[in-house]
């Protein structure tokens, strides 16, 4: 029931599966239909127009009931080219998969003789295979096979060669699996979809190419019709008796439009990501729609999140990602921003410039201003312009930020130019000086390298170059330093105090490490289940925990010199947003948790300096 919801979210599939449907119906019902035979000839009937008395569609060249002929050849042509189908994908999907599993000599041999076979226009080299075997149907249908299985064996070697190397066929290699199993048991499940994918998008052509041979006389032979052959016998009364080839053709487009449009809804159904919505075009600009009014504005900070709630729907389920949240920065101020994965802090930060997919995502209350504007309200033009200029982003992975085949300094100039009328002679000195900026060395000639020869250091230190291309007031980033090693993050975090401290920018700061906050920011925000549950100056956090969650994700960090100590983890899992439990998210994995903390939403209580969501506080605050 899942694939079929799927598959008739897509109308153009559905419509496609509603008129192949029709005509297999019609097929199927043959021998229960009133109809003549399909072969008795009647000249002294010849060329009967259509809705004639007992001729539906008329008659063709030699009296024949076109109705009749329809029917039984289209269902002859169906079955040709779904055999066809069948053969090809068969055979050469388990050349694919030999040629992919096997690799080295053996892929070698074998797919420069599908480079030979595919160095052939297909068309001339159907005509070549049944000019060798004969005229018939049968051999038509060898021999649009035969054209057909390169197709697949390039398809199906190429994304087995990506799983032969993946960890789960090394683990089966080590214990003790044959090739043989190995191929069925674990590299042909992972591949089945794409087989089916296509032969739902090639069954179409099949039945087309068949068609062709038959309009040449290499396929059905009469008496038999299919569908090609009835086009080639009317063609010498096209002028006169055009019905005798709009009849057939007519069929061969409905037969050919409807599967190739089943093909597309059957490839997209079976794709994984369509369930959470990915394969909808997302928007430029996250869709916004506040359930309740627009807060005022209270004045707090050069950027100043108020009550911002962001949910992603899909389906019938509805995820809770950011409920509540109030943040603000000030110039020359980082906010740090700390919590689980799956906490709301990377949303919390797409949501300010309306980066959040959407679909499925939904920014439904709360407002962002900057400089007293509010951002959610604004249209895209005011906002693409403020993207990258006045606010800007450091992602957490640079090698899938950075376009990998484009130079860093044509990339970088893009990011200037894009907001800035400059020369290109102008840019170019810009990039250089940004990169001298983020402490590369040779900034000249780093200029004109891809993003793969660089270091993961370096390409983060590009990352920070582009964010500070515009010269922007805000600096939003997303766990930079994640996937840095020790030294490395230590100098990517003393470049930006010095970038904030020397320019005056505000930073908000996404980690997960609490020695990240330590070393970088003024304030933090502790984010649990979409909520902020403590928030406070770093000094007063670090030092005098409120929140039970705030305390135990201290306890996880290791401290040097401090003696023997416990690395405790937290008990449990995040919750689910799309379930939060009622009042505390955290209840179910706290000690200190009460029947009262199950009860009805926990107001964040305190001043605008230090406040805490619990009723139970680890510490009183004032």
Known sequence: MTFLKLLFRNRLAAMGAVVLGLILLLVLAIPVLPLQDPDVTNTGNRFVPPFSEGHLLGTDHLGRDLLSRLLYGTRLSLGVGIFAALIAATIGSAVGIIAGYFGGRTDNIIMRGIDMLMAFPYILLALAIVAALGPGLLNALIAVAAVNIPFFARNIRGITVGLAGREFIDAARLAGMGHTRIILTELLPNVLSTIVIAMSTTVGWMILETAGLSFLGLGSQPPQADLGSMLGEARSALITDPHTSIVPGVMIFLIVMSINLLGDGVRDALDPRLRSGALSRPRAQTIVDRKSPVPADDGNGLLNIQNLETQFHVGKRIYRAVNDVSLFVNPG??????????????????????????????????????????????????????????????????????????????????????????????????????????????????????????????????????????????????????????????????????????????????????????????????????????????????????????????????????????????????????????????????????????????????????????????????
């Open 333 to 622: 101020e980082c906010l740090g921003v700390i919590g689980e994965s799956g906490s709301g802090k990377s949303v919390t930060a797409l949501s300010v410039m309306g980066l959040v997919a959407s679909p499925p995502g939904v920014v439904t209350g709360g407002a962002v201003r900057y400089e007293g504007e509010d951002l959610l309200s604004a249209n895209f033009e005011s906002l693409r312009q403020k993207r990258g200029d006045k606010v800007a982003y450091i992602f957490q992975d640079p090698l899938s930020t950075l376009h990998p085949l484009y130079r860093v300094g044509d990339q970088l100039m893009e990011a200037i130019q894009v907001h800035h009328k400059v020369s290109d002679k102008d840019a170019r000195a810009k990039a250089v000086e940004l990169l001298k900026s983020v402490r590369i060395p040779n900034a000249e000639s780093r200029i004109r390298n891809y993003p793969h020869e660089m270091s993961g250091g370096m390409r983060q230190r590009v990352g920070i170059a582009m964010a500070l291309a515009n010269d922007p007031d805000v600096i939003i980033a997303d766990e930079p330093t994640t996937a840095l090693d020790v030294t490395v993050q230590a100098q990517i975090l003393a470049l930006l105090d010095d970038l904030r401290r020397e320019r005056g920018l505000a930073i908000i700061f996404i980690t997960h490490d609490f020695g990240v906050v330590a070393q970088l920011c003024d304030r933090v925000a502790v984010l649990y289940g979409g909520k902020i549950v403590e928030e406070g100056t770093t000094t007063d956090i670090l030092d005098h925990p409120a929140h039970p969650y705030t305390k135990r994700l201290m306890a996880c960090v290791p401290e040097l010199g401090g003696g023997k100590r416990e690395l405790a983890a937290i008990p449990g899992l995040p919750p689910i947003v799309s379930d939060l439990p009622p009042g505390c998210a955290f209840a179910p994995r706290c000690e200190k948790a009460t029947e009262a903390c199950k009860e009805g939403a926990i107001p964040l209580e305190g001043s605008e300096t230090r406040a805490v969501r619990c009723i139970h506080p680890e510490e009183e605050i004032a």
